[in-house]
């Protein structure tokens, strides 16, 4: 099982860049799948991206595509969200979650993924 807590956010204005990131503890982390999902308030929590494991690619939703990057630091046992051109509506509390099941698994469905941390807000003021 892997543990996962966010860190990052924070207040910028729009146009501006954070770095959220998202450190692994636990067994076999590079075999997960590792997506970052957001929810703003009274609004259900969306996928944003994903990087696959055991070596997959990076994947992500058509909102941000283009303004985002994840990353992964096997290293580390870090993924990091780069997060460029942010806009007011990007505000949300982030989320990262492991996938429940092992391999370069692509999903962007939230009950597929399950070791989620504690959350990290980004506001962004316009």
């Known amino acids: 099982q892997v543990q996962l807590v966010e860190s990052g956010g924070g207040l910028v204005q729009a146009g501006d860049s954070l770095r959220l990131s998202c450190a692994a503890s636990?067994?076999?982390?590079?075999?997960?799948?590792i997506g970052w999902f957001r929810q703003a308030p009274g609004k259900e929590r969306d996928f944003v991206a994903g990087?696959?494991?055991?070596?997959?690619?990076?994947y992500y939703a058509d909102s941000v595509k283009g303004r985002f990057t994840i990353s992964r630091d096997n290293a580390k046992n870090t993924v990091n969200l780069q997060m460029n051109s942010l806009k007011p509506e990007d505000t949300a509390v982030y989320y990262c979650a492991a996938h429940i099941l092992t391999g370069a698994r692509r999903s962007n469905y939230a009950p597929d993924f399950g070791s989620w941390g504690q959350g990290t807000q980004v506001t962004v003021s316009s």
């Open positions: 990087i696959r494991g055991s070596g997959g690619g990076p």
């Open positions: 636990g067994r076999a982390f590079t075999a997960y799948t």
